[in-house]
């Protein structure tokens, strides 16, 4: 099913078919349309910030596992995905804002260290939703976060999925006036 991105009014959201929902939605949450499914069962929804709500009902709600798998299909931060041209628009979009797309040699040696220090000790990706932050502020936040005890960062791991899906939702859905 194709992805339909643009702006749309809470009306014109509410009034979706749950097909063109998927469309417009589908990809929010990072290779997960399950959330999506579940969030438009919960229209209508009474503004945007229900919206919002609605799919971080959906992630907080998932059994353990899938919410592991929705972990899992993120990627690295400035990894081999980003490399590779492999990731979704919106993660590319949202690396490149922080500039983890012009990282110097040594930058990109040291990321991907740190990546794989936190992938090897919570068994998840580094998940930072970077709107505002900075290449120095991400490699800060993964290295800080890193000796956290892996439930501890499980949970963060699960808001910090919260808070990009919140992003890319405020990026579509126009407020109410």
């Not at 709600?61 to 299909?73: E, F, K, N, S, V």
């Amino acid at each position: 099913m194709p992805v339909t991105t643009g702006k749309f009014t809470l009306a014109e959201v509410n009034a979706m078919t749950p097909a063109e929902f998927m469309r417009a939605f589908g990809d929010v949450a990072e290779l997960s349309p399950w959330v999506a499914e579940a969030a438009v069962k919960m229209r209508p929804f009474r503004d945007r910030e229900a919206m919002i709500e609605a799919f971080a009902a959906a992630i907080e709600a998932a059994d353990p596992a899938r919410q592991r798998a929705l972990l899992l299909a993120h990627p690295d931060l400035a990894g081999r995905a980003a490399i590779a041209g492999e990731l979704t628009e919106d993660s590319g979009r949202e690396q490149a804002s922080a500039g983890l797309d012009r990282l110097t040699p040594e930058e990109f040696a040291r990321f991907t260290a740190l990546n794989a220090d936190y992938r090897e000790r919570h068994g998840i990706p580094f998940i930072l939703a970077v709107r505002g932050a900075t290449k120095h502020d991400i490699m800060a936040a993964c290295a800080a976060r890193t000796p956290n005890d892996p439930d501890v960062e499980f949970r963060t791991a699960v808001g910090q999925v919260c808070r990009i899906v919140r992003f890319r939702i405020e990026d579509r859905v126009i407020p109410a006036p």
